[in-house]
Structure formats: structure tokens, C-alpha cells
């Protein structure tokens, strides 16, 4: 067995993890920089061919591996039936028959192993992977004999000797493939899979480890992150995703408008973003631009410099008539939608609130005190959407660009500067490092309170930053304040619990604190 495939099972749900599934496939939910199955693939010899087989978000799968791995041999294979009445793992895997006439390896696309833990089986026999660990309430677990498998027990077995990972190798191909022939022809179940050809075959070495990583649920998920760490500092959106692969940064977007979108704009943005280099219809890519991310620090120098180089290359003045309705639409009318997400999420009413010792009236009452006249600027600029510290890059004096917002409730040339200045005002208080290690408050329990930690130097910038409104830009910072209010307003429903409470409740307390000014 020295020349092999490697067989990948992308085609099932992923329903244990969640909204994680929801708009893609579980092999691409991201464990530090990547997605677990770029982590699967960049374990196997470069030489290796793999087998993949498409089902849930098959085409986003195919798209990414295209995008990701074009050095590397990959055959997709179609299943037909991936969910409900027939469907099971044991199912995906027969569809790939006719492309594995050979020696193989199965390895489940949601575990990860050691990159050397192919150099201490044996090839000469099957095998599988035995995990070196405690839980049986979430995996199958096999019992051994003299290094032999002897049984796979199902879930909850209390004596075992291993926790069956999910990653096998089969030397007798052809008495693999007629043993899965005979189990489904003979029985009907969803949970029929590669433990059922095992146990029939009864000729399994196992090889054993404690560097194995799971990601197979929540649970698991959160324990494999917490060890395999990246470089991205962004939080879970389960219709959006961002990879870092072979010196390359892949962005995925369930929405193929949006992904399109941002392409488009940068047409726009020019040499100000990273030049996409290749892209599909929900992924593009771009070379991953090397600089000191500011959310990691800034000085005031910096920031300042930061600001005179926006107003000069980014915040130019555009044409678009219908710059005023998108902008009122924007601020006003999304953020009453929005409002009524939240509320709705959780049933409850839009009312008055004790919120740290201070008596706020209803979202909605304080929305039509607000002059949305004075809110939004009075000519449309260029802009970039999401101007966040997390956001832009710094070298060598240069300033580059990231994750640009697909356009302004519609256009894709013409924006509102302002709306720039309140997502950078937001960063300076909440920001990715802030809210990934939850240094917030929120408490609903009688009165509300909610609090949150600041740098002092980002409290300094965003001194400059009233500063720069105010001298520079002829802008009343109050409005900034407004609009910043009505941005955590707006984010409440797009995150998941306390986040979503913290949102809601420090926006509309700073909406008071400001219209109060």
C-alpha cells in the first residue's frame, strides 16, 4: 500500500454544528486559518490523489478546492442522495467505487490528525486510527486484542481501549467494496457507515494517538480551536468566511451577489485593496498582503496619518443622484427592520429601559428625534464600508486595505464618508480582540448594565479622530455619535447571544447619551 488515494466525505449535513452549516459544508468551517479539510489535505504527500465526494454545498466545496489546492490532484465525486430517506456516510462512500479500484485511505473530513501520523502505520494491512481518550459519549469506540480491532462499539460504550476517529486504511480494496455492496443491499439505515464494513471485514490493525482533533460539534469545535490557532481575529458568520492558504487570503460568501459585488469594487478602490487574482462564484482570492494590522496598536501618529491619507485617496467626492435615498434608507429604514429583528428574536417589545442608572426611551421614539438630515453627509464620497482597525494594514508608510463592504444599500461607487467615520468611531471602543476574548458586560436580569473594556490609546485616537471631524472635516462629532449608536443597533440581530443583548442595549443607551449631548 505504498501508492494510495485518500477518500473525503464532504457530502453529509453537518447538523451538529449548527447555524455553522447553515449556507455551507462542515469541511469548510474554519479551525485557526483555514478550513479543517485544506488542514486534512496539507497532512497527505504532496503526490497523494484525493476522492471527494459532494453533497450539502457540494459546488462551495469544489469552488474552494479549486481555488485553494490547484497543485494538488482532486477528483469530485456527486452524491445523489446525501440527506433523508437512504442516505447515509456508508452510501457517499459506495458512489467512489468505480475511482478507488486501488488502495485508499477513508479519513472523515471533520478529524484532524498529526501531519506525521501517516508514517507510523502499516501498510501492509488494513488498519484504523485508534484516539488515545476518555469521551465514548460522542464517538464510537473500538476494543483491541494484541493490536487487533475486535469490535466498534457504538456511542456511550463505558469499556473500550480507543475512540474510533474516523480514518482507516484499506489494503483489500476489493473485499471492502463487496462487503458495502452486501450491507446496503441488505440493510436500511441512516446510520450506516465505514464502522459497519469494519466490523464485517474483522482484520483491522489499529494505530494508535493522542494528536487527533475533532470538529465534528460544538463541543469539539471549540476545544480543537482553542489548540490549532491562527493569525485571524474575526468573529463566526455562518454566511460568510475568510481563509489564509498558501500565502493566499480566500474569502467565502454564501450570497454570490455580494461576493461579485466586491470584486466589482474593487475597480473602484484600486491599488487601495489587494488585487483579486482568481475567484468563483462565492470565493474570491488575493495574495495575502504582509503589514502590522492597527487593531494590534496605533499610535497617534499613525492614526493621524491614517485620517489624512483616507480623506486624500479614499473619501473622494463622487456623483450619484440618488445618493440621499440610499443614505436615508440606509441609516433610517434598515435600522427600524433591524430593531424589529431583534425584538422578534426574543419577543419582547420596544420600550422603556433602566439601563445603567439611566431611564432610555424606546429605540424607536429616539429614532424620530434624530435628524437624519444632519446624520448623513451632504455630497457622496468614496468609501470603504467596514473601516475598522481589524480592517487595514500598515507598511512601510503605506496603508492597504481589507474585507471592503460590498456596497452602500445598493451602490457600489458612491457612499457616505461618515458612515466610515462611525464604523472606525465603533472599532475604537468595540473592536475583534475586545469582543473574541468578551471583555463586555451585559446583565438583563432586573435593570439592565452594560459596560466594556477600553485601551487608552485607542480613547486617545479617537480624541484625534473628534479632533479631525470637527477642525478638518466641518462635521459635528454628535452626529458621528448618533450614527455609531445606530451601527450597534443595527449588528444586535446578526449575533448570537449575549453578544446580540450587549449590542442592542449599549446602542441604545449611547443613542440617549447622544441625542442628549
Not at 52 to 59: A, I, K, P
Not at 208 to 222: A, F, I, Q, R, V
Not at 286 to 315: M, P
Amino acid at each position: 500500500m505504498e501508492e494510495y488515494k485518500v477518500l473525503l466525505t464532504t457530502s453529509g449535513l453537518g447538523s451538529r454544528l449548527g447555524n455553522l452549516t447553515k449556507f455551507t459544508n462542515k469541511s469548510l468551517v474554519r479551525i485557526g486559518d483555514k478550513p479543517a479539510i485544506s488542514h486534512i489535505i496539507e497532512s497527505y504527500p504532496s503526490e497523494v490523489e484525493f476522492i471527494v465526494t459532494l453533497g450539502h454545498y457540494g459546488s462551495h466545496v469544489k469552488q474552494y478546492l479549486t481555488l485553494a489546492h490547484p497543485e494538488r490532484s482532486i477528483k469530485f465525486v456527486e452524491v445523489d442522495n446525501y440527506m433523508g430517506e437512504g442516505s447515509s456516510l456508508l452510501y457517499s462512500i459506495s458512489h467512489c467505487e468505480e475511482e478507488l479500484q486501488c488502495p485508499f485511505i477513508f479519513h472523515a473530513c471533520d478529524t484532524i490528525l498529526g501531519s506525521n501520523y501517516i508514517d507510523n502505520v502499516d501498510f501492509t494491512t488494513n488498519w484504523s486510527i485508534g484516539g488515545i481518550g476518555d469521551n465514548s459519549q460522542a464517538y464510537r469506540t473500538v476494543n483491541c486484542v494484541n493490536g487487533w480491532i475486535v469490535s466498534i462499539n457504538e456511542k456511550g460504550e463505558q469499556n473500550f481501549d480507543y475512540v474510533y476517529v474516523g480514518v482507516s486504511g484499506i489494503k483489500d480494496y476489493q473485499i471492502f467494496w463487496q462487503n458495502c455492496r452486501d450491507i446496503l443491499n441488505t440493510v436500511k439505515t441512516s446510520d450506516l457507515s465505514d464502522c459497519h464494513i469494519i466490523r464485517k471485514m474483522d482484520n483491522f490493525r489499529v494505530f494508535t494517538t493522542d494528536e487527533w482533533y475533532d470538529m465534528g460539534n460544538m463541543d469539539s469545535l471549540k476545544k480543537t480551536r482553542s489548540v490549532l490557532k491562527g493569525t485571524i481575529n474575526v468573529l463566526d458568520k455562518d454566511n460568510e468566511n475568510i481563509f489564509i492558504v498558501n500565502n493566499h487570503v480566500i474569502k467565502f460568501f454564501e450570497n454570490k451577489k455580494i461576493c461579485s459585488d466586491r470584486i466589482s469594487r474593487t475597480q473602484n478602490l484600486k491599488h487601495l485593496v489587494p488585487p483579486i487574482v482568481e475567484s468563483s462564484e462565492n470565493f474570491y482570492k488575493y495574495k495575502y498582503v504582509e503589514g502590522h494590522l492597527l487593531a494590534d496598536g496605533i499610535s497617534l501618529e499613525d492614526f493621524r496619518h491614517l485620517l489624512d491619507w483616507a480623506t486624500d485617496n479614499l473619501w473622494k467626492n463622487k456623483q450619484d443622484a440618488s445618493f440621499k435615498n440610499n443614505a436615508l434608507s440606509f441609516y433610517r429604514d434598515k435600522t427600524i427592520l433591524r430593531v424589529d429583528k431583534f425584538l422578534d428574536k426574543y419577543n419582547l417589545i420596544d420600550k422603556t429601559d433602566d439601563i445603567n442608572g439611566i431611564t432610555v426611551p424606546p429605540i424607536n421614539s429616539m429614532l424620530e428625534l434624530v435628524d437624519f438630515n444632519k446624520i448623513m453627509g451632504s455630497e457622496p464620497t468614496g468609501f470603504h464600508g467596514d473601516f475598522i482597525l481589524d480592517n487595514i494594514l500598515l507598511k512601510d508608510d503605506e496603508f492597504t486595505l481589507i474585507d471592503w463592504r460590498q456596497d452602500f444599500n445598493g451602490s457600489i461607487d458612491a457612499g457616505d464618508m461618515r458612515y466610515d467615520i462611525a464604523k472606525l468611531n465603533h472599532n475604537l471602543i468595540l473592536n475583534h480582540q475586545v469582543l473574541a476574548k468578551e471583555l463586555y458586560s451585559i446583565n438583563t436580569s432586573d435593570t439592565i448594565s452594560c459596560d466594556v473594556f477600553v485601551k487608552k490609546s485607542f480613547l486617545d485616537c479617537k480624541e484625534v479622530l473628534r479632533n479631525f471631524c470637527e477642525v478638518y472635516w466641518d462635521i459635528d462629532f454628535k452626529n458621528i455619535e448618533i450614527l455609531t449608536a445606530i451601527i450597534w443597533i443595527n449588528m444586535s440581530p446578526l449575533h448570537e447571544y449575549p453578544l446580540d443583548m450587549f449590542l442592542y442595549y449599549f446602542g441604545k443607551y449611547n443613542l440617549f447619551l447622544s441625542l442628549n449631548k
